[in-house]
């Protein structure tokens, strides 16, 4: 899947508004937003959210099934992340997203939210990784998406993980450039976005794809 051709609309280094040369835009959103007025979110041509689920071993989002709930009832594509943390046993943490993750036709892969070491080493990240994606993708029949920032990527991930859809974070209004055959399935563009119905500010993110390969993308039915 070749990408889009990027029209830029800022010469801010964070953008705050959105790309232009993008078919499918989305955000993320966490407890951070506090409380989201979905009706009012989702007039803004917003075609898919995705939502922290849980973190560790134990924690778990306060507004992960308050929005996870609500998102269910409309016409847009939802997905569950999970922030990992290396120095806590990976098992343990693949069941803390699957006993609170319920996944349904048309919902996006789980994401695994992989951006620091916690004092640990990149071996023993990766090894944690592949756990989690292992377990994750064994419960629910589908292979994960990981969620990392570009430099994070290039020294610890980088052509280990190919087989992924891979979800870049890099602040700017140029696309990530990776080396070798690897693409980037959706990219986090921004970290300072405004849009009605949330207080505050809100991850901007684009899929390099249309409808029909995002669609592809997610869970289909059993």
């Known amino acids: 899947m ?64 308050y929005n996870w709930e609500r998102l269910g009832e409309k016409d ?43 004092k640990s080493t990149p071996k023993k990240l990766r090894k944690g990784m592949k756990t989690w994606l292992e377990t994750i993708e064994k419960t629910y029949h589908i292979r994960p998406i990981i969620y ?3 430099n994070f990527y290039k020294d610890h991930l980088q052509g280990h993980f190919d087989g992924y859809p891979l979800w870049i974070a890099r602040y700017n209004t140029v696309p990530p450039r990776l080396i070798g055959q690897k693409e980037w399935q959706f990219w986090q563009y921004g970290n300072r976005g405004r849009i009605n119905g949330i207080e505050g500010d809100v991850d901007f993110n684009v899929f390099c794809g249309d409808s029909i390969e995002l669609a592809k993308l997610c869970v289909k039915e059993r």
Not at 86 to 115: C, H, S, W
Request: charged residues 25%; aromatic residues 10%.
């Open 76 to 118: 847009v594509r939802r997905g569950a992340y999970h922030f990992f943390r290396p120095t806590i046993d990976a098992g343990l943490q693949a069941k803390n997203y699957t006993n609170f993750v319920r996944l349904k036709m048309g919902d996006m892969p789980p994401v695994l939210d992989a951006e620091i070491l916690d």
């Open 148 to 150: 990392t920032n570009l």
């Open 2 to 65: 070749s990408c889009c051709i990027l029209l830029v609309i800022s010469a801010c280094r964070y953008p705050t508004e959105r790309l232009e040369g993008y078919k499918i835009h989305g955000i993320d959103v966490s407890h951070y937003q506090n409380d989201i007025d979905w009706n009012e979110v989702l007039t803004q041509d917003i075609d898919f959210v995705f939502i922290k689920a849980s973190e560790g071993q134990m924690m778990r989002d306060q507004h992960f099934a």
